[in-house]
């Protein structure tokens, strides 16, 4: 069946440093990928996608990297700051008729000062 | 412009009570999704709208849940009746078609007690 799964539960990284948030997917259909940011309290937040016919594609301050033959997805966010501190989600879409947004669970990214 | 908006913020009712939510997705936004959140997970789909029909209710809990999009705007999701185990956070998302970023809401809370 589809998922999609984090390999890090929680990160804790030093302000200042890159971070890098790992997530795999099994649904070798999936051809849309997205990260969110979630803070406490708060939906989540659209922070950058790629779809299946890129394997890189960058931000502010935050790169996406896909790659297709191990179904991984990275987000990889540049000179962490104190408000990167939130829960980061990866989701895919498959497209056609299903086309759902199926999210993984999560890992919380604590940035220390 | 506004983004998705959800009412109410916050929902404590007793169990065995009706209880409804309601969604206002960004203008021209032709996908709409309802998700759940449990505490700690990822958002869980429930249902998924094009316009005005469902296009995909495979994880609703028929028994209980009902949801409409009259017109292919506006959303409602009701629970009837509550059970304890439907405390979570209901969110509402849009995306202009299915396979665009999708906005989402700050979510309804809802507690059964």
């Known amino acids: 069946g589809e998922s999609v799964g984090l390999h890090l539960p929680t990160l804790s990284v030093q302000e200042g440093d890159n971070s890098i948030i790992n997530c795999a997917y099994s649904n070798s259909a999936s051809d849309y990928f997205i990260w969110y940011k979630q803070e406490s309290g708060k939906g989540p937040q659209f922070i950058i996608d790629i779809r299946s016919n890129m394997d890189k594609r960058q931000g502010q301050r935050v790169t996406v990297l896909l790659n297709k033959t191990v179904k991984h997805l990275s987000l990889q966010i540049a000179a962490t700051q104190p408000g990167d501190s939130a829960v980061y989600f990866c989701a895919e879409k498959n497209g056609g008729s299903q086309g759902n947004l199926i999210f993984g669970k999560g890992t919380k990214l604590s940035v220390k000062p | 412009e506004a983004g998705v908006v959800q009412s109410p913020r916050y929902k404590i009712i007793e169990k065995k009570q009706p209880v409804a939510f309601w969604c206002n997705p960004i203008s021209g936004h032709n996908t709409l999704y309802w998700y759940l959140q449990n505490l700690g997970q990822g958002p869980e789909l429930l249902i998924r709208?094009?316009?005005?029909?469902?296009?995909?209710d495979s994880q609703l809990p028929k028994d209980r849940f009902s949801a409409e999009r009259l017109k292919g705007v506006d959303s409602t999701l009701k629970i009837q009746p509550a059970e304890l185990g439907d405390s979570a956070v209901y969110l509402c998302?849009?995306?202009?078609?299915?396979?665009?970023?999708?906005?989402f809401g700050q979510g309804t809370r809802l507690t059964v007690v």
């Open positions: 998302a849009s995306s202009l078609q299915m396979n665009t970023e999708a906005f």
């Open positions: 709208y094009e316009n005005e029909e469902a296009v995909d």
